[in-house]
């Protein structure tokens, strides 16, 4: 069941056998202060939760077990947010998907992510609370777009599939090529994605 409390209301439910959270659903809808998404939902689209300041807490996604993706600025400034849990069944994190979740503080652990192949750009821009991002067990993941971990001031260390190789950055999203990095180095990738090469495209060779 999803529940929810906006300004002017008691309580709104949707159906538990819900697929689907449609563009700008709760746009601005401040009032919100929680969810509980169904094991349905295959989807949060674009601008979902945009701009849903009254959200507290943990953001706990990972009863979704059929949830493939989160769209474009889905959460942009759901500043209240301090933590996020997503589902194995996660394959994409839109573009700005979580840009100015201030309050997520501490580690992004997207370990058990394991079906996870892209980051959007933007997606984590201006979380400023996080310190590390965990991506150990992302093992499909071949693409980060630009600047999806800018200005995250306080990262400090950012861990990528173990074992994985190919990594490079460039500027253009449509590249098969690029400059060669290496991913081995946690508080080297945090630099890398937050610094020198922030505003790059990160992908990994199939």
């Not at 493939?68 to 994190?93: D, K, M, Q, V």
């Not at 892209?118 to 821009?125: L, N, T, V």
């Not at 980060?144 to 971990?149: K, M, Q, T």
């Amino acid at each position: 069941m999803f529940a929810l409390s906006l300004t002017g209301f008691n309580n709104s439910t949707i159906p538990r056998d819900i697929k689907i959270i449609g563009d700008s659903a709760f746009h601005n809808c401040s009032g919100l202060t929680s969810i509980s998404l169904p094991s349905s939902l295959t989807s949060i689209e674009s601008s979902a939760f945009y701009r849903c300041s009254g959200l507290t807490g943990e953001l706990n996604l990972g009863g979704c077990t059929s949830l493939t993706s989160i769209g474009s600025s889905a959460f942009w400034s759901c500043s209240r947010l301090t933590s996020i849990s997503l589902p194995s069944s996660l394959t994409s994190i839109g573009n700005r998907a979580f840009y100015g979740c201030s309050g997520l503080t501490g580690e992004l652990n997207l370990s058990n992510c394991t079906n996870l192949t892209s980051i959007g750009r933007d997606a984590f821009q201006y979380c400023s609370g996080l310190t590390s991002v965990d991506l150990s067990g992302c093992t499909s993941l071949t693409s980060i777009g630009s600047n999806a971990f800018q200005n995250c001031s306080a990262l400090e260390s950012v861990v990528f599939p173990e074992g994985s190789t190919g990594w490079y950055v460039t500027t253009s999203s449509t590249a098969t090529s690029g400059t060669d990095v290496d991913v081995t180095n946690s508080s080297t990738n945090a630099s890398n994605l937050n610094g020198q090469y922030r505003t790059y495209y990160w992908k990994r060779n199939a």
